[in-house]
């Protein structure tokens, strides 16, 4: 199950949804981890990619808030990590293949992350906005941040929420 919040523009009067999302699927995973290896999450993470064997990252989706200028954003953690045990790791399964095999992790979840892996560095989101350093804020926190409508752009908060299913998002 997601959670949708729904709100209502005070100013134009537009009626519109959020779903706060709290994983990434594989396909988003195997294309962020694609993109870190094209550098296109910079040169250190790219430099950290290449130099790491069976680097993982934190793919759950977090949110962000910029002290600077009020903004935020939803966004894949990206922290990166490497295996506690570099032997151990490649004789783990995904599908019918070891990550030996593959060359590479091709998914890591949270519990991974958590026995499997040890922190290397932590990603820094940079506000779209203003370009400030954002800071990563609670589930309670992200519950109560006004949202932009679509239409005006005017910020409000939420007016309700909702459980939906995720086969049906």
């Known amino acids: 199950m997601e959670r949708e919040f729904e709100y209502v523009c005070s100013k134009c009067g537009k009626k519109y949804y959020y779903i706060k999302r709290l994983v990434t699927s594989w396909t988003k995973y195997r294309n962020a981890l694609e ?14 990619h290449d130099s790491t064997p069976y680097v993982a990252f934190d793919s759950r989706i977090s949110t962000y808030f910029c002290d600077s200028c009020g903004d935020w954003i939803r966004e894949m953690d990206l922290s990166l ?22 060359g590479y992790v091709p998914y890591a979840t949270s519990s991974d992350l958590e026995y499997d892996f040890r922190l ?3 990603y820094e989101h940079k506000c779209h906005n203003c370009g400030s350093i954002m800071r ?31 086969f049906y998002l």
């Open 35 to 48: 993109k870190i290896a094209n550098g296109e999450y910079g040169a250190e993470w790219k430099r950290i």
């Open 81 to 102: 990590y490497e295996p506690n045990d570099h032997e151990d790791i490649q004789t783990k399964y995904y599908s019918d293949k070891t990550i030996g095999q593959l």
């Open 120 to 122: 290397i560095k932590e």
């Open 136 to 166: 990563k804020i609670s589930n309670e926190e992200t519950d109560n941040l006004p949202c932009p409508c679509p239409v005006c752009k005017t910020k409000n908060l939420k007016t309700r929420e909702h459980l939906v299913s995720v």
